[in-house]
């Protein structure tokens, strides 16, 4: 899967993903961070979903009502579990997310929300 990993995520999770076999990208590698609405803006051009830790992509995304390719938003996760919950929802929401869902994932709970 293609993906966008924002700055608010350790650079170890876009080496995860890559293992795992996605095209993973980090906002990291070409910096400065450009703000959320260049984010979004490459993500839709490029086909990718955004991981992050950043609240503000469900209010650009889903309430701004741009069609997207899904947001995964980890939240309240320890260090050590940013990487398999992504792999996780990846591999279990696909395609959701391609349909431009918000996911977000908490300890032991995971909502999605349609477009």
Not at 18 to 27: I, L, N, Y
Not at 48 to 77: A, C, E, P, Y
Not at 90 to 109: I, K, M, N, Y
């Amino acid at each position: 899967m293609k993906v966008l990993v924002d700055s608010s995520v350790p650079d170890a999770v876009t080496d995860k993903l890559r293992e795992a076999g996605h095209d993973a990208v980090a906002v990291s590698e070409t910096p400065p961070d450009p703000g959320d609405a260049a984010i979004l803006a490459r993500a839709i051009a490029e086909q990718r979903t955004i991981i992050t830790l950043d609240k503000d992509f469900g209010t650009h995304s889903i309430l701004g009502g741009v069609k997207h390719f899904g947001v995964v938003r980890l939240v309240q996760l320890g260090l050590k579990d940013f990487a398999r919950e992504a792999l996780a929802v990846l591999a279990s929401h696909e395609r959701e997310l391609l349909l431009g869902a918000l996911v977000t994932v908490e300890p032991g709970r995971i909502r999605t929300r349609l477009p």
